[in-house]
């Protein structure tokens, strides 16, 4: 779920387009987003980084899975502490 790399760290969450509301669900060892926007023309991907820029206040950006629902997303210059204790507060 969580990879440290430098002064980075790397997520793997699994995106779930097109829901009520957003949300993050830490589900055993693994991390679900929901997200209100539909899957077309990346606005779910764009709702996405929004958001956890938003929470976060880090830069985020994709490494990989822009097409898929398993993404995994690199947010700049953070601890994985950072990260656990703003999704949890959620």
């Known amino acids: 779920m969580f990879e440290i790399k430098g002064t980075d760290v790397l997520i793997s969450v699994t995106a779930k387009p097109n829901s009520h509301k957003f949300k993050i669900l830490i589900d055993e060892n693994r991390l679900v987003i929901c997200l209100k926007s539909r899957p077309e023309d990346n606005k779910a991907n764009t709702e996405l980084v929004k958001e956890l820029e938003r929470l976060l206040k880090k830069h985020v950006s994709f490494v990989g899975g822009e097409k898929s629902k398993k993404k995994r997303l690199l947010i ?13 507060s959620r």
């Open 76 to 88: 700049h210059d953070a601890t994985e502490s950072e990260i656990r204790s703003a999704f949890e």
